[in-house]
Each structure stands twice: as C-alpha cells, then as structure tokens.
T-cell receptor
C-alpha cells in the first residue's frame, strides 16, 4: 500500500546550521506530496506542497523538490532558527484516492542557540 | 489560524464513557477528515466525509462513528472508551475530495481517558 518513510529523529542542530530531513514514499499513480509542521502544543500546519514531478514547494525558507525518479521529497533549509524547533511530517495524497493524507512518523527537530 | 474549528480543546473522561468531538470546517470546504495522533501509532486517518456522505474509511474502530451534517460541520463519536483511546484527535477540511487537494487542520481535541 501507499506509505511514507521519514528519517528517524530527533535531529539536533545549532542555530544557522543547514537542515535536511529525508522523506521517501511508495504510492500508486502520481501522488501529491506535503510537509506539515507541528510546533509544541499546537496543531498541524501546512508548510509546503508539490503536486507533480520536479515541482519545488517552498515556504518560510524551507524547500522540498518532488523527485519521481528517487520517490523522494526531502525537506531543506539553509539556516535554521530556534523558532524552527518542531516536529515535521512528510505526507502524501495518493493519485486517484479520495484525498486523505498518509503521514510519515514525523521527525523532531531541536535547534539550539 | 487555519479556519478549522474544533471543540472541546481538552477533555478528560473515564473508561467506558462516550464523548463527542465537534468540528467546523473552513468556510466553503465540503470535505472533512478525522485523524488520530498517538505516541505509538503516529498520525492515523480515521474517516472522511464529503458533502454529508462518507467517502473513505481508515483505521477507525467500530466503537467510533462520525457524521457530517447539512451545515457541513462534523462530529466524531467515541464510545466505550478505553485507556488506549487517549490521543489528540484532529479534524481537517478541504474544498473538494481527491488527490489534488490541500488539507487544512484544526488545532485538535486532546482526549484523556482515565
């Protein structure tokens, strides 16, 4: 079945470090891909999305490129801040589905000053 | 603020009891989803409604049920509660159903079963 695999956390970085969180997927058809973020004590917020191969989603300095050949959607940020500390979820909506999201297990990021 | 409203934000109840979680989708959204987030299971899709009709079912227990009303708000009913049902329950909504969607989440309802 359709699934998302994320790198295990937690990830601890110093402020201004480069961030990569790996995400790969298995899906039938052509899925749409998403990154959601959950700040401590809060709900899920959409961070960015990409709906077709080679699309790049970007928001708040974060970027991810939809790579069909490697079935990946890795999240990157050039310089993280303490305020980026959160749990990041990679997710997909399978092509031809009713539209429900399938999530990875989440990666906790802690950024130290 | 995503525009998806969930009530209550926190709920503590005893085993064996029944609770109802309520969700108002974003204005104009026809599709409503329910998810459960727990430490051991992660984020699990429970059920989806579109314009009042059930569209997809995930890992929803038989003790749980949901519905979407004509005004498009939705309720998730959890009965015969067990300790393991303690979790954060999210409602989400989107304009339509289908793979081209963007889905927006509410802030969740924290359920603690004691």
């Amino acid at each position: 079945g359709d699934s998302v695999t994320q790198m295990e956390g937690p990830v601890t970085l110093s402020e201004e470090a480069f961030l990569t969180i790996n995400c790969t997927y298995t899906a039938t058809g052509y899925p749409s891909l998403f990154w959601y973020v959950q700040y401590p004590g809060e709900g899920l917020q959409l961070l960015l999305k990409a709906t077709k191969a080679d699309d790049k989603g970007s928001n708040k300095g974060f970027e991810a490129t939809y790579r069909k050949e490697t079935t990946s959607f890795h999240l990157e940020k050039g310089s993280v801040q303490v305020s980026d500390s959160a749990v990041y979820f990679c997710a997909l909506i399978a092509g031809g589905s009713q539209g429900n999201l399938i999530f990875g297990k989440g990666t906790k990021l802690s950024v130290k000053p | 603020d995503s525009g998806v409203t969930q009530t209550p934000k926190h709920l503590i109840t005893a085993t064996g009891q029944r609770v109802t979680l309520r969700c108002s989708p974003r204005s104009g959204d026809l599709s409503v989803y329910w998810y459960q987030q727990s430490l051991d299971q992660g984020l699990q899709f429970l059920i989806q409604y579109y314009n009042g009709e059930e569209r997809a079912k995930g890992n929803i227990l038989e003790r749980f049920s949901a519905q979407q009303f004509p005004d498009l708000h939705s309720e998730l009913n959890l009965s015969s509660l067990e300790l393991g049902d303690s979790a954060l329950y999210f409602c989400a909504s989107s304009v339509v159903a289908g793979s081209g969607n963007t889905i927006y989440f509410g802030e969740g309802s924290w359920l603690t079963v004691v």
